[in-house]
């Protein structure tokens, strides 16, 4: 099973990107679907993770402005960013966590913010 990342890109400051988060098949046993970043030269964080039964929780910096949701039937994750500001700037990665501790990464998709 692999995830496809998708929707990265070159924005303004103030502007808007979604990003999309395809899995191939279904991962049995995921219980956490979450989107992390990495600066250059920085450590790879936690943005936004969705559990099974909808709770979300969001990285301090992001909240009120990024969104993530789900899409049973499509087994697609999405974050929804807005008012994205140049500290955004970063790779953005999938993620897929396992009831029995596997997680699953996507390949990652650049999302550049300019001032």
């Known amino acids: 099973v692999q995830l496809q990342a998708s929707g990265g890109g070159l924005v303004q400051a103030g502007g808007s990107l979604r990003l999309s988060c395809a899995a191939s098949g279904k991962i049995s046993g995921v219980n956490v679907r979450g989107w992390y970043r990495q600066a250059p030269g920085k450590e790879r964080e936690l943005v936004a993770l969705?559990?099974?039964?909808?709770?979300?929780n969001y990285e301090d910096s992001v909240k009120g402005r990024f969104t993530i949701s789900r899409d049973i039937k499509k087994n697609t994750v999405y974050l929804q960013m807005n008012s994205l500001q140049p500290e955004d700037t970063a790779v953005y990665f999938c993620?897929?966590?396992?009831?029995?501790?596997?997680?699953?990464w996507g390949q990652g998709t650049l999302v550049t913010v300019s001032s």
């Open positions: 969705i559990v099974n039964n909808g709770i979300t």
């Open positions: 993620n897929q966590k396992t009831n029995y501790g596997r997680m699953f």
